[in-house]
């Protein structure tokens, strides 16, 4: 007491302030800021999952982070089971500040029926698209997938023309060369027996992308490099990741390999700038960009008009265009093998299918007349898509409260919506 009097004549505090602080033990006061943030951690979890199912507690601090490093089929597919809306609390973000480290939670609502899925993609004007935190950092936030309104739109209208029937039916040589190659591969390194065949699917899907993009613009050596490198950046786009980016981390990796797979495309455009300068005919669809470009300029282009794309936005669309194709369609693609195996009769009716559109000579070069007569394989490949989506989470955040249903308003944070059909 004597202490506490002395000190009060000094102290700018009022004297009964002082007195209730000096009383206090430092670990008394850690331990009381400790609890009151840990429970104001459950509490926010409360409001925010109100009635939804979900883990009745949230892990203190940090919710389901740890979950979500190591992210599992069976921990999505038993969330979707849980009801049509269920919920997950991830801590996502925090910002390094000279004093302190803030943390902030990410809200997860999942949707798994097919109307609330709808639903939500049909909501532009409560819910806007999101990526994955390292999203930006690996493909660079200047990428075209992040542009939004006028710019988006048209850099859209600058990719149209590369999916006309015409230009789909220019790359069709480039992709049967590398089927035809892959398929005599796989005879001869599966003769002693079966193989597990999802990497191989990957492997084909990456070069039969790379030659429709960069033709042969680009070396079957490199091809194996865009291969490994592109695996480093799945890979890193979880849907968490540590907000940094240390040195010889996954994002760090992957970082890495985008700078070197874009410094193959810028190469391959320059090679093909100079190709189509000479007038020669397209045969990727890199050529085909390049050469709308230079016909826009001169008024003599076959559609619209497009604006002019640097080497480098020209490399970072075929950076996001080769992440669906060697992830999503290996996906898809390694259920329809599997279903075809399962299903020898469906196999055979494809078989036959394939022999007819090539009037029985098995060695006729594929076109788009062929295609387009392929009936039966088009059903085919619809059915495993709506068996299997290869995309299983389609993430949105909610810009204002959104009620998804009656009963609950999802208030802010990521929405995903997920297709789960029933199988
Ligand atoms: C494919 O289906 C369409 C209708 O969806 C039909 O008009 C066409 O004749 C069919 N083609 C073949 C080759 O069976």
């Not at 919710?63 to 490093?69: Q, R, Y």
């Not at 001169?298 to 080497?311: C, L, V, W």
């Amino acid at each position: 007491m004597a202490n506490a009097t002395q000190y009060t004549a000094s102290s700018p505090w009022h004297p009964f302030l002082w007195r209730f602080t000096a009383d206090l033990n430092p670990w008394t006061v850690i331990l009381t800021i400790l609890l009151v943030v840990l429970v104001w951690d459950q509490v926010r979890y409360q409001i925010k999952k109100q009635n939804l199912p979900g883990p009745r507690l949230t892990f203190p601090l940090i919710g389901a982070f740890f979950d979500s490093l190591n992210p599992t089929f069976n921990g999505y597919l038993s969330k979707w089971e849980s009801g049509p809306l269920s919920c997950v609390s991830v801590f996502h973000k925090y910002h390094l500040h000279p004093l302190r480290v803030i943390t902030r939670c990410r809200f997860v609502v999942l949707a798994s029926t097919n109307e609330l899925s709808r639903k939500i993609l049909n909501s532009p004007h409560f819910v806007e698209p999101c990526v994955v935190d390292a999203g930006r950092k690996i493909l660079k936030p200047t990428n075209w997938v992040f542009l939004d309104g006028k710019a988006h739109v048209d850099y859209r209208k600058g990719l149209n023309g590369l999916f006309t029937r015409k230009a789909l039916g220019i790359y069709l040589h480039q992709q049967e060369q590398v089927y035809d190659k892959a398929f005599k591969k796989w005879l001869e390194i599966s003769k002693d027996g079966a193989l597990p065949f999802a990497t191989h699917f990957r492997d084909v899907n990456v070069a039969t992308s790379l030659r429709t993009f960069c033709g042969s613009y680009i070396t079957d050596e490199a091809i194996d490099r865009i291969s490994e490198n592109y695996w480093k950046i799945t890979v890193a786009l979880e849907l968490v990741n540590i907000p940094i980016v240390l040195p010889y981390s996954k994002v760090w990796y992957a970082i890495q390999a985008r700078k070197e797979v874009c410094k193959r495309f810028e190469q391959a455009a320059q090679l093909s700038r100079s190709k189509m300068g000479k007038g020669e005919e397209p045969s990727c669809m890199m050529d085909r960009w390049i050469k709308d470009m230079i016909a826009s300029q001169k008024g003599t282009q076959e559609g619209p008009s497009i604006r002019d794309f640097s080497d480098e936005e020209i490399a970072g669309t075929f950076l996001s265009f080769l992440f669906a194709s060697q992830d999503a369609t290996s996906s898809a693609m390694t259920w329809m093998f599997q279903y075809l195996a399962d299903r020898p009769d469906v196999f055979e009716k494809i078989r036959q299918e394939q022999i007819a559109v090539r009037d029985g000579d098995l060695s006729k070069p594929v076109d788009m007349d062929m295609v387009e007569k392929m009936n039966y394989t088009r059903w085919m490949v619809k059915e495993v898509l709506r068996l299997r989506p290869p995309v299983l989470m389609v993430p949105y955040k909610a810009k204002k409260a959104f009620p998804v249903t009656s009963d609950y308003i999802v208030s802010k944070g990521i929405c995903p919506s997920s297709f789960g059909p029933k199988f």
